[in-house]
Structures are given as C-alpha cells and as structure tokens.
C-alpha cells in the first residue's frame, strides 16, 4: 500500500470516527449556515490548529491561514468573517518557533518566488538588545513583533467597526514549547 493510500484511509477512518462521535443535532446545529463568533488568522504551521483556542472549533471559528499569519495576503478572507459573517473578534495568533519569521530573517533567496512574495510582506526588526543572544530569542522577538505589527494593520483596517464597538482585534502568541515561560501550549495574549 502507497503512501498516499495509508493518508486516504486514516483520513476516512478518522472521519468514520467523527461522524461516530457526533448526533444528529451536532450536525444539523450548523447544517443551515455558520454563525462563528471569532475569525481567527493564523499560521499555516500545521502544529497551529483552532482547538488551540476552542475545544470544538466548528460553527464557533472562522480560521484562515498563511505563512506568517499577515492580513495583507489573505484581505479578502479576513473581510468575509468580519463583515459577511459579522464576528465581534478578530484573533491574530503568531506561534513558536515559526518558520516563516526564520526563514524572512535568514533571507528568502532560493525559495520561489511565490513563496519570496509572502515571505517579503513579513517584518524584520533588528532588535539591537539582542545582538549577544542566541537564535531563537531572535525568532521569538521577530515573531512577537509581526504579531503587534499584523495586529497594527488591521485595526487600521476595520478602525470604523473597532470605534462603534463591532469588533476587537487581538494579537496572541501560541507558546507550545513554553518559550515565554507561561507553560506549555498556552496562547498568550500580546
């Protein structure tokens, strides 16, 4: 059996196993439309999930994704969950040990140039009191900074709905290797 066969059938056992776990009113509480409170941006990573936040993420979360949780690659996704689907917050979650916050500070030469173009969005701070200290302080600071700064961009964004009360906008950092020292898988408000 290939690869590929092995991920199809975990992918349809791990579904036999939902449907399983769930009863008719878990499904048809959200078979007519979504009504989900929070829009969550956050990183593509893939140790990045929306369960970091809600236990049950369906109907409850509108999640979008990218390589370095920016609103300006994703407007139109970000738009539809605060004014389509009206949701009162907008979460930014920038993590730990993200690789697009690396790979934007060691530089993007050689990547293609669809991920360079993502990547050059991405801020980088010198922080000079870090000069003497190792990597992933710088990573962690990096990654800390783009989360203020992408929080920055959308609350000029949706200034008018943040004003009349609408929406908050929020910036958090997924700490699942406790760098910030608050213990391990916490999401840390920043």
């Excluded at 992918?11 to 449907?19: H, K």
Aim: neutral net charge; contains cysteine; hydrophobic residues 35%.
């Amino acid at each position: 059996m290939t690869i590929h066969q092995q991920l199809l059938d975990k992918i349809l056992n791990d579904n036999e196993e939902y449907v399983r776990s769930h009863d008719l009113d878990y499904f048809l509480g959200h078979s007519r439309g979504q009504s989900p409170q929070i829009t969550m941006l956050t990183c593509s990573d893939s140790r990045v999930s929306s369960q970091i936040i809600v236990q049950d993420p369906v109907n409850r979360v509108f999640v979008i994704k990218n390589i370095g949780n920016q609103v300006a690659t994703c407007e139109g996704s970000l738009d539809y969950g605060i004014y389509h689907l009206k949701t009162p917050l907008l979460l930014i979650v920038g993590h730990t040990d993200c690789g697009a916050v690396k790979a934007r500070i060691k530089g993007v030469r050689g990547e293609p140039r669809t991920i360079r173009r993502e990547l050059l969005s991405l801020p980088t701070y010198s922080v000079e009191s870090l000069q003497d200290t190792d990597y992933d302080q710088l990573v962690r600071e990096n990654v800390l900074n783009n989360i203020r700064y992408q929080v920055k961009i959308a609350t000029g964004k949706y200034q008018e709905l943040i004003q009349k009360d609408e929406l908050r906008v929020v910036g958090a950092y997924y700490d699942f290797r406790n760098d910030l020292g608050q213990g391990w898988g916490r999401v840390v408000l920043v």
